[in-house]
């Protein structure tokens, strides 16, 4: 089969189309990627080289298989359309042909163009025969002409280049699927290790309230009910007491005693809550909280607390003065000797700053998440995830030898409150 009987590369029909626009589709063509090549099959004569120059002409990109076995799955997959003559569909190895396009991925049906000079029922058969492996089949009965080629190529690779963008859009879905994973695999060892923490900051904090309860329970036995076992004492002597020299001195005993109980309850009262945090506010609450320490601990503690930062929601102004007490006290307690600031801001629109800073030898921040936490960092970590449920913000800035500066910024509002405002500024 020789190419002056397969093509009629003169016909007039060529003439009239090789406008401008045709000239300029040629130009488009000589840029197309590689994976838009064509492979040329055609184990008959010259016709393989034939196709190749003519389409090479046209700006097309091929690739011609001189057999059957060349033919591989690789150049399936990156192939824009294959053109082969029934002599390779109908030879002995055409099945190798047939059972690399059965194994295209889901998303490629690779276009084949078929050569064919047979009649009616060879066509059909080898239609039927292609059909079986490849979804989309173009016969050819020979002789064709230059343009009926070039445009059957053209179609084929424009079926080709929408595969290849379901191709690209079903990779980039899975790695989108793959990203989801990682981020839910890594939000998910996130949730397990801070539900970790959280299970040992809980049995921290019962430890603690179980020793402030032991604490609390102590004073009141060995000191409260000293004293009033004492007072109970001194009155049953007061009963059995005639002379009135004496009675008069035990009266004053007791008077004592009782007041002593009296003031051992007051401290115990305010330690627990102070009546100067909720009638006068958190910034007379930190004044009172320094003289105290200064009194008790001999520290050096300078407050400077903007009254107009008072928080107004009782549980924020609360927290607040139970936190700079345990930051204080870890400041008395860690900075031996070192003199402590506090300051209280108000931050617009609507919050509170509020910084504990000393200039004791300080520490490594990080090791607050360490997996065994000391006192001092179990207590930093309580007030981090209070600060946290409240919607607020809490940073250290400290290093060995530095210091510490501590700062809390929390809404002057409950959460509750906030809430509230927000859906309230929702409906309007």
Same mark, same amino acid.
């Given at each position: 089969m020789q190419l002056r009987s397969n093509f009629n590369s003169h016909a007039p029909v060529d003439g009239p189309l090789m406008n401008n626009t045709t000239r300029d589709e040629h130009a488009r063509m000589s840029r197309m990627h590689k994976n838009e090549r064509v492979i040329i099959?055609?184990?008959?004569?010259?016709?393989?080289?034939?196709?190749?120059?003519?389409?090479?002409?046209?700006?097309?990109?091929?690739?011609?298989?001189?057999?059957?076995?060349?033919?591989?799955?690789?150049n399936t997959d990156s192939a824009g359309a294959l053109l082969l003559t029934e002599e390779a569909l109908e030879s002995a190895r055409g099945s190798l042909l047939l059972d690399v396009l059965k194994a295209q991925p889901p998303w490629s049906e690779l276009p084949l163009i078929i050569l064919t000079s047979g009649g009616e029922s060879r066509r059909a058969g080898l239609l039927n025969l292609a059909a079986a492996a490849a979804g989309t089949v173009t016969l050819l009965e020979r002789p064709i002409s230059t343009l009926t080629l070039t445009r059957s190529v053209q179609v084929a690779l424009r079926s080709r280049r929408r595969?290849?963008?379901?191709?690209?859009?079903?990779?980039?879905?899975?790695?989108?699927?793959q990203t989801l994973e990682q981020r839910v695999a890594k939000r998910t060892a996130e949730a397990v290790e801070q539900a970790h923490k959280l299970r040992l900051l809980s049995a921290e904090l019962s430890l603690a309230e179980e020793a402030e309860r032991r604490r609390i329970a102590e004073m009141l036995h060995e000191d409260l009910q000293q004293l009033l076992v004492a007072a109970r004492m001194q009155?049953?002597?007061?009963?059995?007491?005639?002379?009135?020299?004496?009675?008069?001195?035990? /009266?004053? &005993?007791? *008077?004592?005693?009782?007041?002593?109980?009296?003031? @051992?309850?007051?401290? %115990? /009262?305010? &330690?627990? *809550?102070?009546?100067?945090?909720?009638?006068?506010? @958190?910034?007379?609450? %930190?004044?009172?909280?320094? *003289?105290?320490?200064?009194?008790?601990?001999?520290?050096e503690v300078t407050v400077e607390a903007d009254s107009a930062a008072n928080p107004e929601a009782a549980d924020v102004r609360i927290f607040l003065f139970r936190a700079v007490r345990e930051l204080l006290l870890n400041s008395v307690k860690h900075a031996v000797g070192s003199p402590v600031h506090i300051t209280m801001q108000h931050l617009r629109p609507d919050k509170v700053r509020i910084i504990v800073a000393d200039g004791g030898p300080g520490f490594d921040p990080t090791s607050l998440d360490a997996q065994r936490a000391d006192s001092q960092t179990f207590g930093l970590l309580n007030i981090r995830e209070r600060v946290s449920s409240f919607g607020g913000k809490f940073h250290i800035n400290s290093a060995p030898k530095r210091g510490t500066r501590i700062t809390l910024s929390l809404l002057r509002g409950s959460a509750g409150q906030v809430r509230s405002a927000d859906g309230q500024g929702g409906q309007r």
């Open positions: 099959i055609a184990p008959v004569g010259q016709d393989a080289a034939a196709m190749a120059a003519l389409l090479g002409a046209k700006g097309f990109e091929t690739q011609i298989c001189h057999g059957l076995d060349e033919y591989s799955r690789q595969q290849y963008q379901v191709r690209d859009l079903v990779t980039q879905l899975a790695n989108l699927n009155l049953a002597v007061l009963c059995r007491t005639r002379g009135a020299a004496q009675r008069e001195t035990i /009266t004053h &005993e007791i *008077a004592d005693v009782l007041e002593r109980s009296f003031q @051992l309850t007051r401290s %115990l /009262t305010v &330690e627990l *809550a102070p009546p100067v945090l909720h009638e006068c506010g @958190l910034a007379a609450a %930190l004044e009172w909280l320094a *003289a105290e320490t200064r009194k008790n601990y001999n520290v």
